[in-house]
């Protein structure tokens, strides 16, 4: 009971001092430099599937009247590499950890730079669909690999902050690519486009040079029974001496390392080296692994079922099906999108940890499910009256799809990849995120490659209306299902999904100052149910 009782007592103290760190007003935030660089590199991974899609968007304008393709063709074209990622997602997992999380980022980089390339040098629509093959495996790893080192590297009082990086840079290579698509518009039309979609290498050799001088995980590390090396990493992005200590001991315990051992390598017991996963994932999950999994699987489902995807990759159709002409006007309003795209991520990232997960969230998914209910509206009308350029309507549909980016920016966006980042045990960590991963890109593939076929079937203000309907479900969902975890360290979650503490998980508890007694009560009571 000994043993059982260290371990209960150090998940309450980890938690109560998550919770003072956020909660306390005496206290001022305290912002690593260290570990801010760390997950800034780590995040421009990100960059990648940002700039893909941007940069499709308006290229396949021109690809459609180069290569003489369909429209079935340019959605399949469209969505295709979301599909392909899965097998980079899917992989990722096991390769991170074996080769460890930071040679992961740059495998990511060298497998995009050849897809990039690729494409650039396409010659018929075969060879493009093979370039983006291999792009799509960069960005699997990629997607799957940054938010887990961010996570692990980052202290809990500004994981929220630095966990958000991820989507940060997505916008930002999302801004990148409709900026390309306008600097190169200008071309030939058969050269326009490859160079739309080669300059993409370009990101993914400066990423192999920044990464290789960040660190190695520190959780990674101690997996690998290198204490040593995880101590001096956690030193550097911990806030103080004391929380690396207490960090290091959570992460010993959690990979079942004595708390008395200081030695700086040591045998890590065979058990936790990542065998069985997959069955304490689906055969076997406790109740608190089952709603993690459920958690981590269905926000990420959301955040695409819910419709970003469509709007960023055919904004210029939005946009000409809105009533606006010119290619030049067209490629600037998508400037606009992702430029308000950006702007708002920027913001989500200083309100994550101030103001927490789930007010940003429900609010977020609120605003979305207005704006596309009000973007559904006004395609509709225009679409009614198109022998008419009815201007009120138009100003509608691009009010409310510069609305929605926002809303989506400064919530669902960004703290779908922090929460699953976050919430999945240190051993189920990288197989848990992987599979969040695939969830989200082979709903973004579905609605990517059926988006035009959607539209012309129900119309694309239906379109809008159903997405507006499946993220009032979204809404639901997280109300009923998430809690609040802002302020909890890594090795706390699996206690804070807990059956008994999962209803009132709301986040008051992350104030300093709340009932200690009940935090450890509830945590010897989820201990027990193990």
Known sequence: MGAEEETVESSRVATVTGAMEIGSPEKPRRWNKYAIACTMLASMTS???????????????????????????????A?????????????????????????????????FFAGAILMGFATNYAFLMFGRFVAGIGVGYALMIAPVYTAEISPASTRGFLTSFPEVFINFGILLGYVSNYAFSKLPQHLGWRFMLGIGALPSVLLVVFVLAMPESPRW?????????????LTKTSDS????????????????????????????????????VWKELFLRPTPA?????IAGVGIHFFQ?????????????????KAGIRGTDALLGATVAVGFTKTLFILVATFLLDRVGRRPLLLSSVAGMVISLAGLGFGLTVVDHFHEHRVMWAVAICIACTLAYVSFFSIGLGP?????????????????????AVGTNRVTSGVISMTFLSLSKGITIGGAFFLFAGIASLAWV???????????????????????????????????????HKAVTAATNNGHGQQ
């Open 79 to 111: 969505g295709i590499l979301n599909v392909y990622s899965l097998l980079g997602s899917a992989a990722a997992g096991r390769t991170s950890d074996w080769i460890g999380r930071r040679y992961t980022i740059v495998l990511a980089a060298v497998i």
């Open 415 to 435: 703290i779908t990849w922090v929460y699953s980042s976050e919430i999945f045990p240190l051993r189920l960590r990288a197989q848990g995120t992987s599979m």
């Open 221 to 233: 590390l101690v997996m690998q029974g290198r204490l040593g090396d995880a101590r001096r990493v």
């Open 47 to 77: 960059i990648l599937l940002g700039y893909d899609i941007g940069v499709m968007s308006g290229a396949m304008i021109f690809i459609k009247d180069d290569l003489k393709v369909n429209d079935v063709q340019i959605e399949i074209l």
């Open 241 to 276: 001496k004391e929380e690396a200590e207490l960090r290091i001991s959570d992460i010993k315990e959690a990979a079942g390392i004595p708390a008395s051992c200081t030695d700086d390598v040591v045998t890590v017991p065979k058990q936790n080296s990542g065998e069985g």
């Open 289 to 293: 692994v089952r709603r993690i999994l």
């Open 477 to 515: 969902f997280f109300f009923c299902f998430l809690p609040e975890t802002r302020g909890r360290t890594l090795e706390d979650m699996q206690g804070l999904f807990e059956k008994s503490r999962f209803k009132s998980s709301s986040g008051d508890k992350q104030e300093a100052g709340f009932d």
């Open 304 to 320: 695409q079922a819910s419709g970003i995807d469509a709007v960023v990759l055919y904004s210029p159709r939005i946009f000409k």
